[in-house]
């Protein structure tokens, strides 16, 4: 089976199954919660649910210290349930993605446990391990801050082995052939359960060599082929995102010259420059990585994002850039963490301001690649920050003003629920926001069925188009002989531009405002002049009617 490249123009919504919702009443999220919900979902114009991990863990690391890939945690329910939603999601159109963390296993995982007990264990060499602590043990944490080392001592092994996270996940040696072919199986199992795809979790700390004699890891990229080859055998249509934040002059390794490994990369380098251009109000950086990342092969795709489940991470930006992104969004260093990246979600980051809110997702949806959503943005939730770490974005999904924000009927949430100030789930909930035609739950639904309609921007090329004011971001997308334009306005000043027709592509007198009746037609000198309010955005279709029925008989 040919893929048929359905997630060029997908709509990927991330959650986390433990915070959405809570059908059993024990405080948790489950499988039969989420069920109940995908019609919500559904009909905000969600095509792709990206769950976050649900496999059995001890639950120390968010569920990223998996202790058994080929189970559900019986807090989640049970693999009937996790199948019971794959066949409802499916019949509603949905496909679903889950998180393929690799790169390690909980210290509790059967494999951990054999091999440290055992010297002559199969799986000892499924890790990797040091008689001495290497020199380099205080280099390359992902935690800096909060980890202390690479390297940590286990008293029953009586070595050391290696763990790039923290040190109760301790790294799978992934250059062992018999651990590539139970990655192998892993995929294979959970595609036959109906999952379309896996987010692979730290693509580059994957392919890497690992060892205590490593000084410079060599990535293997070969790997990510070898992924991709069993899921085109098993089921074609099945895909890789990958988490791997690069340069952009690496990219190609990880997507392949033909498009042979892995199918999508999320692009980070767009990420952060596009919030240092939210932040000064500056395009120029933001289009300068918009052309770093431009070369992929056709069947290759980037997923954006807004923000994560992580830390927006601002380790690409100069020093410059990421001090003047911490003042306008984290000017408080408990905002911030890991010295590189900001802990907040996005609506408290904004001010709540419904603008910039708008603005931010118009350039999610109309910047080159598939959108991917966080659960709970579409109404603007907000964050705890008296919560460690990551936790604070992580609070569970406000549902109504029921308490418990109708997440659930136990008398204690799993995560503590926002309640009280302006963003508790008294004033900010689905509730509420389905019944106010003007709320941002209803605009993103409109936005989102609107950005289904333009394949332009999945499929097509794009142009930056040249403005005097670098305030301004205007881009053109061209698809099979149709033309869409999309302006925005990154500062708080109202600004009028001007746009010669000759330069917006066949038809460009006419431009039709595909989100309101604020249409445009060229001035007699062949101009547009639009006026854009502060943090203004316009989406058009280049062409008016006569044009289009002009190409229609052609």
């Known amino acids: 089976m040919i893929n048929d490249l359905w997630y060029k123009n997908a709509v990927v919504y991330c959650l986390s199954v433990e915070t959405f919702m809570d059908a059993n009443g024990d405080g948790c999220g489950d499988f039969e919660g989420l069920t109940r919900r995908l019609d919500y979902l559904h009909g905000l114009g969600i095509t792709t649910l990206w769950l976050m991990p649900f496999q059995t863990s001890p639950g120390r690391d968010d569920g990223y210290d998996v202790s058994d890939y080929y189970n559900v945690d ?93 040190d109760f996940q301790p790294d799978l040696n992934t250059s062992n052939r018999h ?53 085109q055998w098993r089921q074609g249509q099945a895909i890789i995102i990958g988490e791997a934040n690069v340069l952009p002059r690496i990219n190609m390794q990880y997507f392949g010259d033909e498009g042979e490994r892995i199918h999508m990369m999320f692009n980070f380098h767009v990420n952060q420059h596009l919030f240092y251009a939210l932040a000064s109000g500056d395009s120029r950086p933001l289009v300068k990585a918009l052309e770093a990342t431009r070369p992929r092969p056709a069947t290759s795709q980037w997923g954006l994002f807004l923000r994560n489940h992580d830390e927006l991470d601002l380790g690409r930006l100069t020093a410059a850039q990421r001090e003047q992104v911490f003042a306008a969004f984290a000017p408080d260093k408990h905002m911030q963490l890991y010295d590189r990246g900001i802990r907040r979600r996005l609506a408290p980051m904004l001010g709540s301001d419904r603008r910039r809110l708008e603005l931010a997702y118009s350039l999610l949806l109309t910047l080159p690649g598939t959108p991917v959503l966080r659960y709970g943005d579409e109404i603007g939730m907000g964050d705890d920050l008296s919560l460690p770490e990551r936790n604070c974005a992580r609070t569970p999904m406000q549902w109504s003003t029921e308490p418990h924000a109708g997440f659930t009927a136990a008398g204690k949430p799993v995560r ?50 040249p403005q005097a004011k670098s305030s301004v971001l205007v881009m053109r997308y061209d698809w099979r002989n149709n033309f869409v334009l999309f302006v925005h306005n990154l500062v708080a000043d109202p600004l009028e531009i001007e746009l010669a027709a000759g330069t917006i592509g066949e038809g460009g007198e006419h431009l039709i405002n595909l989100l309101s009746e604020d249409h445009s037609e060229a001035e007699a000198s062949g101009r547009h002049c639009i006026l854009l309010e502060p943090y203004g955005y316009r989406w058009f279709r280049v062409g008016g009617l006569d044009y289009l029925l002009k190409r229609s008989e052609v």
Request: aromatic share 14%; proline share 6%.
């Open 416 to 465: 503590p629920v926002i309640s009280g100030g302006a963003y508790g789930y008294e004033h900010v909930n689905v509730a509420a926001q389905r019944r106010d035609p003007d709320s941002l739950l209803n605009w993103t639904e409109r936005a989102l069925r609107m950005r289904q309609e333009i394949p332009e921007v999945s499929w097509g090329s794009f142009k930056v188009l």
């Open 179 to 231: 651990v590539q072919a139970e990655i192998l199986k892993i995929m294979g199992f959970w595609t036959q359960l109906g999952v379309s795809g896996f987010r692979m979790d730290a693509v580059p700390f994957v392919i890497s060599r690992k060892g205590a004699d490593v000084a410079r890891p060599a990535p293997q990229y070969d790997m990510l082929r070898e992924f991709r080859e069993l899921l």
């Open 74 to 166: 019986p807090r989640f329910g049970t693999l009937g349930d996790f199948v019971e939603f794959t066949h409802a999601a499916s019949q509603r159109g949905m496909r679903v993605l889950i998180d393929l963390v690799v790169n390690h296993t909980s210290d509790q995982h059967p494999w951990f446990q054999a091999a440290r007990k055992d010297p002559d264990s199969p799986y000892r060499d499924w890790y990797v391990w040091a008689d001495k602590k290497p020199a380099n043990a205080g280099e390359g944490m992902v935690f800096p801050g909060v980890q202390k080392s690479t390297w940590s001592f286990d008293k029953v092994a009586k070595c050391w082995y290696f763990h790039r996270f923290y």
